[in-house]
């Protein structure tokens, strides 16, 4: 009886283990969450009004649900400098106003989030979930330095 137990418990541990080694999926310029979807398009470095070094992201936000919603509210969107987040100065009531643009099922609208830059390092930028983890669910590097 202990022996037939044994072997049960050490065919389920090797299940177990089996199924820890799924390799992660590799992340894109692309988020998707429920029925909403993300694409970074690119990326542009510009000078504000205050003499600050900024990044500009762009993409398009898609909204496959039957309801009518928001960009801004569908993603979290950050952007990093040498694994220091940078500082979100994205202004949803000027230039970057389509981000509270109600979007209906099956549209798109061009979307952009602004940052300010520390240097002139790489900038990493994550879609992550609109939940309080925010996950992870898309990234995409700009302005990468030749080595």
């Excluded at 692309?30 to 979807?37: H, L, S």
């Excluded at 993603?75 to 202004?91: G, I, K, M, P, S």
């Excluded at 099922?105 to 609109?130: C, H, M, R, W």
């Amino acid at each position: 009886m202990k022996k037939i137990l044994s072997l049960m418990l050490a065919g389920v541990l090797a299940l177990a283990v089996s199924g820890c080694s799924e390799t992660p999926k590799e992340l894109t310029n692309i988020g998707v969450f429920e029925d909403y979807q993300l694409e970074l398009t690119g990326a542009e470095k510009f000078t504000n009004d205050e003499g600050q070094s900024m990044a500009r992201v762009k993409g398009v936000y898609t909204n496959n649900a039957a309801d009518p919603e928001y960009g801004l509210a569908c993603f979290a969107v950050r952007a990093f400098q040498n694994d220091t987040e940078l500082t979100d100065y994205t202004d949803i009531n000027g230039d970057e106003s389509s981000l509270i643009t109600e979007v209906k099922n099956g549209a798109s609208v061009d979307v952009s989030y602004v940052f300010k830059l520390t240097d002139e390092s790489e900038v990493e930028v994550l879609i992550g979930t609109p939940t309080a983890d925010q996950d992870t669910i898309g990234k995409a590097v700009y302005f990468k330095t030749e080595e």
